[in-house]
């Protein structure tokens, strides 16, 4: 027989005692008085639950008399079912502690029959127990599901009367993973000796996990959608033109952004083509990584913001006020320490990091934006990779970098040297590389062979060649400037 106190542990019941102890006492059944002469004819070991009718008498000599009659019959306790039921008197209460009896009362409204449920349910055992709870827990975590996530934990140990904890570590065998198991950082763990004789404890952990992922994924979400929005509206920024740019300087000063104050731009871009073009999902989910990562690692110093243009990430610095002549060497420091946190996040990831310098105004955050690309190419051509490279760092190869980076002189490139390119991309390395060593030696036909280490007559033929492929003048100074520049040029890329 279940003790009266087990039984009083039934979620869903919220009952204080008026009169008594409750212990150990044996109850056998539930029985319902309609009114107060029922209670002669409730069986032994009973806990007598009585309707709001009845509870209205407590305070009266007609509930002394009918408390006599439970004890006599062998009532073990009386459970008042109407919150708003009076206190019994003095003499009920003698009776009741004198005799054995408990009085109970209900001390949140509650329809009968539930009531009545909950209690019965208790009593046929732990199977029907337990469905009761997981019931009961499943229906507090759909309605108080935006509570906070320790208020939810204590109310769930309370209806599954059970020690649940959120631990950083699974312990033990009723551990679950808040959010998928392998991207999971925290658990609930769910303790109680009983554990294998419940196996709602199994469900209502599992419940309980959910709902806190769920909730974690709301909270990330509305964290997240103003940065998402100031970085797409950042992101068209910089990709628009100069005609339909005041309407997004509107919506930039509405949302809070200081886009006419102070503006320095680093430029990230991930170094594994093959990833990229073999598997663009895998390349998206490493950026959006990359971007989380690198903006929680800036975070702490400034006012940074996330941007994106085609397919490198853009940390964008913000600042009312000029943040001074060593801004692009600090913003530099920062920006490492973020690569380096990405490469600790994401392991063997190569990236080409390059950070402009520091400019005002809308205009700025574009020449800003075009010297960290331009940054970019200077190490991509370099090699240097995990490593971000300042603008103002690039030393004598920063005039042909900045020159390279805008859209005009890459079409220029691009266009002068297509005749070279139509050769085969092994062909035009060794053709512009060639022409590049006999432009350098200024026209020297025996010193660039000596530079090539080939023969001269094999120089004089690979030149002649490659001028007959081109439509330039070799004459013509500004056509051989233009030759020159663009042989650098193509060394950036």
């Excluded at 609930?188 to 992922?213: C, F, K, M, W, Y």
Aim: hydrophobic share 45%; with cysteine; proline share 4%.
């Amino acid at each position: 027989m279940p003790a009266l106190s087990d039984v009083l542990q039934a979620p869903g019941l919220r009952l204080e005692c008026l009169a008594g102890t409750p212990g150990d006492q044996a109850v056998e059944q539930i029985f319902v008085a309609e009114g107060l002469l029922d209670l002669q004819e409730a069986p032994p070991g009973t806990a007598a639950v009585l309707g709001a009718q009845v509870s209205a008498t407590v305070d009266s000599y007609q509930f002394d008399v009918a408390l006599r009659l439970a004890v006599a019959r062998g009532v073990v306790a009386l459970v008042l079912a109407d919150p708003g039921a009076p206190p019994p008197t003095s003499t009920s209460i003698g009776t009741a502690e004198r005799f054995g009896v408990v009085i109970l009362r209900q001390t949140e409204r509650i329809n009968l029959a539930d009531l009545v449920c909950a209690l019965d349910s208790a009593l046929r055992g732990s199977a029907e127990l337990g469905l009761r709870r997981a019931v009961v827990a499943f229906q507090h975590l759909t309605t108080r599901r935006a509570a906070r996530p320790d208020e939810l934990v204590a109310d769930i140990a309370d209806i599954a009367d059970a020690e649940v904890t959120v631990l950083d570590e699974p312990v033990g065998a009723l551990a679950f993973p808040i959010g998928l198991d392998d991207d999971a950082e925290r658990w609930v763990v769910v303790r109680d000796g009983q554990a294998r004789t419940r196996p709602e404890l199994a469900l209502i952990g599992r419940l309980l996990a959910n709902t806190l992922a769920l909730s974690a994924a709301a909270e990330r979400r509305a964290r997240e959608l103003p940065i998402r929005s100031r970085a797409e509206l950042l992101s068209e920024l910089l990709d628009s033109s100069s005609r339909g740019r005041s309407e997004l300087l509107r919506r930039a000063r509405s949302m809070g952004l200081p886009i006419d104050g102070w503006h320095l731009v680093a430029r990230i871009e991930h170094g594994d083509k093959e990833l990229q073009e073999s598997d663009e999902v895998a390349a998206f989910a490493t950026r959006e990584e990359l971007g989380r990562v690198a903006l929680e690692a800036v975070r702490s110093s400034g006012s940074w913001h996330l941007a994106r243009a085609e397919r490198a990430l853009l940390l964008i610095q913000m600042s009312r006020g000029d943040p001074g002549s060593t801004a692009a060497a600090d913003a530099t420091g920062v920006v490492q320490r973020a690569l380096d946190q990405a490469i600790a996040t994401v392991p063997g990831i190569v990236m080409f990091c390059g950070v402009g310098s520091a400019h005002s105004g809308p205009t700025g955050l574009i020449n800003s934006a075009a010297e960290a690309r331009a940054a970019v190419a200077a190490v991509r051509a370099r090699n240097r990779t995990n490593t971000a490279t300042a603008f103002d760092g690039l030393g004598l190869r920063r005039t042909l970098v900045e020159w390279y980076a805008s859209h005009t002189a890459r079409t220029a490139v691009d266009t002068v040297l297509a005749p070279l390119d139509k050769m085969g991309h092994t062909k035009a390395t060794s053709a512009v590389r060639t022409l590049q060593a006999y432009l350098d030696n200024h026209g020297s036909l025996s010193r660039t062979a000596t530079e090539l280490h080939l023969h001269r007559n094999s120089v004089a033929y690979r030149v002649d060649r490659i001028f007959a492929e081109l439509d330039v003048d070799p004459d013509n100074p500004d056509d051989w400037l233009l030759l020159q520049l663009a042989c650098r040029a193509r060394g950036l890329t």
